[in-house]
């Protein structure tokens, strides 16, 4: 019965943490996308008649250079051994331990 409550708790929490995470990623990536814009807009405005090859190529190493550091941080919490469930997993282990001679 205990381990019923303890398993719904740590779903629940992790169906909040799921859902605030997404929402926060969403906005951010928004107020990003729009940053990036408008600073692409003001190199470009600002380099246009002396040398915008160079800003447009700037930009493009900016954006690849940004891409590859979040890939590789995306990476890395995917690649995250922490169990969502690791309370409930050693309740049971520890029962399965009591029951089990």
Request: net charge negative; hydrophobic share 55%.
């Amino acid at each position: 019965h205990g381990h019923v409550e303890l398993f719904g708790l740590e779903l629940q929490e992790q169906k909040s943490r799921t859902l605030a995470l997404l929402l926060f990623a969403g906005l951010a990536l928004l107020f990003a996308l729009l940053l990036i814009l408008g600073l692409s807009l003001l190199v470009l405005v600002l380099f246009w008649d002396s040398d915008r090859l160079a800003a447009v190529l700037g930009l493009c190493a900016f954006y690849a250079l940004g891409g590859g550091l979040c890939a590789w941080r995306l990476y890395q919490l995917v690649d995250d051994d922490s169990s969502p469930f690791s309370a409930t997993l050693e309740e049971l282990a520890r029962d399965r331990e009591q029951l089990l001679p």
